[in-house]
C-alpha cells in the first residue's frame, strides 16, 4: 500500500541555521513527489515536486529537496532559516505505474515548523 | 488568475441543517479534489474529479455528503444533515494534468 512518513510532528530551528524536514515514502512504482506548505489559517501552497530528472529539486522561497530512491526519502531542505518560514509542511506522493487516470495524492501527516529568533 | 475560489469562507450552522460548499477552479485545470482538515485527522481527501467525472469517492464519510461538478468551472459540496462532528476546513484544490495541486483559502465549518 501506498504511504508517506513525516517522523517529526514538530522541528525547531535557529534563524540562520540550514532546516531540514524529513519524509520518506512507499509505493509499488516510480513516484511523483511533491511539497506543500500551510500558513495559519490558509490553503496549502505548493512548493516543489520531483517527477523525473536530477534528483535535486528547488522550488519556490529558497527551498529545496533531494530525491533518494535507495531510502525511499524526499527531504525537505533550506541552507538559511528565516522566522516567515514557520508553518506546517506536507510531502505527498503519487504513485506514476498506475496513473492513468488516477490523480490521487498520499499525503503525510504534517510537520509543524518553528524558526526561532 | 485568481486562483482556486470557495464560498463562504466561514459557515456557521445549526445540527440537521443542509450545508452547500462551493468551488470554482482555476480555468484550464481538469482535477478538481475536495479535501477535510482537522487536528484530529489531519487532511483528508473526500472526493475527486477528472474532467467532471466522479473518480474516487471513497473518502466521502457517509451519505450525508455529496459533490457534483456540472461543469468545468464549479463543483459543490453538500452535507446534509450536518453534526457537530462535520465540524472542519474544507478545501477545494484543482490540478493541471494531475501533477501539482492549488488549493483555494477553504472554508471553515462549524456546526452547533
Known amino acids: 500500500a501506498q504511504s508517506?512518513?513525516?517522523?517529526?510532528?514538530?522541528?525547531?530551528?535557529?534563524?540562520?541555521?540550514?532546516?531540514?524536514?524529513?519524509?520518506?515514502?512507499?509505493?509499488s512504482?516510480?513516484?511523483?513527489?511533491?511539497?506543500?506548505v500551510q500558513y495559519p489559517n490558509r490553503g496549502l501552497q505548493f512548493l516543489l515536486k520531483y517527477i523525473t530528472g536530477d534528483n535535486l529539486v528547488k522550488g519556490s522561497y529558497g527551498f529545496e529537496a533531494e530525491f533518494n530512491k535507495s531510502q525511499t526519502s524526499?527531504?525537505?531542505?533550506?541552507?538559511?532559516?528565516?522566522?516567515?518560514?514557520?508553518?506546517?509542511?506536507?510531502?505527498?506522493?503519487?504513485?506514476?505505474?498506475?496513473?492513468?487516470?488516477?490523480?490521487?495524492?498520499?499525503?503525510?501527516?504534517?510537520?509543524?515548523l518553528a524558526v526561532n529568533p | 488568475d485568481a486562483g482556486v475560489i470557495q464560498s463562504p469562507?466561514?459557515?456557521?450552522?445549526?445540527?440537521?441543517?443542509?450545508?452547500?460548499?462551493?468551488?470554482?477552479p482555476i480555468s484550464g485545470h481538469n482535477s478538481l479534489f475536495w479535501y477535510r482538515q482537522t487536528m484530529m485527522r489531519g487532511l483528508e481527501l473526500l472526493i475527486y474529479f477528472n474532467n467532471n467525472v466522479p473518480i474516487?469517492?471513497?473518502?466521502?464519510?457517509?451519505?450525508?455528503?455529496?459533490?457534483?461538478?456540472p461543469?468545468?468551472?464549479?463543483?459543490?459540496?453538500?452535507?446534509?444533515?450536518?453534526?457537530p462532528r462535520d465540524s472542519a476546513v474544507y478545501f477545494c484544490a484543482s490540478s493541471p494534468q494531475g501533477h501539482e495541486q492549488?488549493?483555494?483559502?477553504?472554508?471553515?465549518?462549524?456546526?452547533?
Open chain 2, 71 to 83: 461543469n468545468a468551472s464549479f463543483s459543490t459540496l453538500k452535507i446534509q444533515p450536518s453534526e
Open chain 2, 102 to 112: 492549488y488549493f483555494g483559502p477553504g472554508t471553515r465549518l462549524t456546526v452547533t
Open chain 2, 9 to 24: 469562507r466561514h459557515e456557521v450552522t445549526e445540527m440537521g441543517q443542509e450545508v452547500t460548499l462551493r468551488c470554482k
Open chain 1, 74 to 112: 524526499f527531504h525537505l531542505k533550506k541552507p538559511s532559516a528565516l522566522v516567515s518560514d514557520s508553518a506546517l509542511y506536507f510531502c505527498a506522493v503519487r504513485e506514476v505505474y498506475n496513473a492513468g487516470n488516477n490523480r490521487k495524492l498520499i499525503w503525510g501527516l504534517g510537520t509543524s
Open chain 2, 56 to 69: 474516487d469517492d471513497s473518502g466521502m464519510p457517509e451519505d450525508r455528503f455529496s459533490a457534483k461538478m
Open chain 1, 4 to 27: 508517506v512518513a513525516q517522523p517529526e510532528d514538530q522541528v525547531n530551528v535557529a534563524e540562520g541555521n540550514p532546516l531540514t524536514v524529513k519524509c520518506t515514502y512507499s509505493v
Open chain 1, 29 to 36: 512504482g516510480n513516484p511523483y513527489l511533491f511539497w506543500y
